[in-house]
């Protein structure tokens, strides 16, 4: 199981492109879904950009200003090839998914929302694709439509549908559920919401590295994601918005860079993207990220998905024969992302004994809590893999939980 058609998809060979592994040699990193890991090429890429191109962009007629300034712009051009977006000019770069979203509330729907109006989100948002929406709805008296799911965490497609009327603004909703691993029908729920004059903002924080995602097919309104869960650096965040709403973009910050004239009355901005674009950006992250995607594009990305589906598959099987152990959700389309409880242990616990055997997961609430409510659960623990995880990585967590089990019972 090596390389096709010259890309890659052994991860083996892939986690040799990472070099922490092999500063931790013995670590089994299970927690893609908060952060993956950064590759060479991208640490490379960022180091080399501090070493001998650093300067800020745009307002310099000097050679490494002009350099720079074409890298950033290069970097947006790399994501919307990557997104399959019609121009550069539908990205926009932010600090992260958190703050995508909030552009979107209060930069583009926000200004122009009508009292009596809704927004649809589901019970399994993240905080970041949850609250922001909750607040406006309060400040504009509006109403949150919370779209419910089954038992098995999936969505339940006739409510959702029910939920969303002529009077839906937006409906927010995720690609991939950071805590159950549900994966949404994300074509589907645009065609809903189109078909009422709603915007869509899909959330692929969970999904961009591995799912082809393609704005233009999908047609969604808003796009948004983060380069650190795309082995790409913290700190850089991802806007797409169609081009029937850049008109309607409002600044979000106010500052240098967004401006075309100003006067000690009045201020002309910029279009959109420029115009979210306050102040001196992340120039190495956006070349980082720039880096990531021309990474990614080295993958295998149907194999490699294949093989996550497996071991998820595995994993999901493996745990559910550990005594006392239940997994949250069961969706049917689901990726590579576990959450499960242990009877008599807190999910905190767990992972610190986990830690003792160099096997990263995380505990808590995932920013889901609405969700964790629901379901009766005060956290859980949350195995997500990437595409440098392995069965070995499976096996090496069932052996840790069930030592874990044997000395606490
Ligand atoms: N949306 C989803 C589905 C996520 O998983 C996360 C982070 O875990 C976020 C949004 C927030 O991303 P960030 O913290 O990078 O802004």
Redo the contacts with the bound molecule.
Sequence with gaps: MVQQRGLLSDPEVIKNQFPIFSKHPKLVYLDN???TQRSQSVIDRISNFHQQENASIRRGAYRLASQATQGFEAGRAAIANFFGASSSECIAFT???????NIVARSIIGPKVKEGSNIVVTLM?????FIPWQVLCQEKSLELRVAPLNDRGELDMNKFEELIDYRTVVVAV?????TLGTINPISEIIQLAHRQRASVLI????SATLYPINVQELDCDFL???A??MFGP?GV?ILYVNPRHHQSVQPYNYGGGIIHSVTVNKTDFLPYPRNLEAGTPNVAGVIGIAEAIRFIQTLDRKKINQQLHELTAYARQQLAEIEGLSLVGNPNNSSSIVSFTMDGMHPHDISSFLNEDNIAVRAGQ??TQPLLDQLGLPATVRASFSAYNCLEDVDKLVTSLREMKSFWT
């Design positions: 879904a908060a952060t600090s992260g998914t958190t703050e995508s979203i948002e993240h905080h970041a694709n995720t690609h991939i559920s950071n959330d692929v924080a969970q948004v994601c983060s650190h869960k913290f965040g995932h920013c």
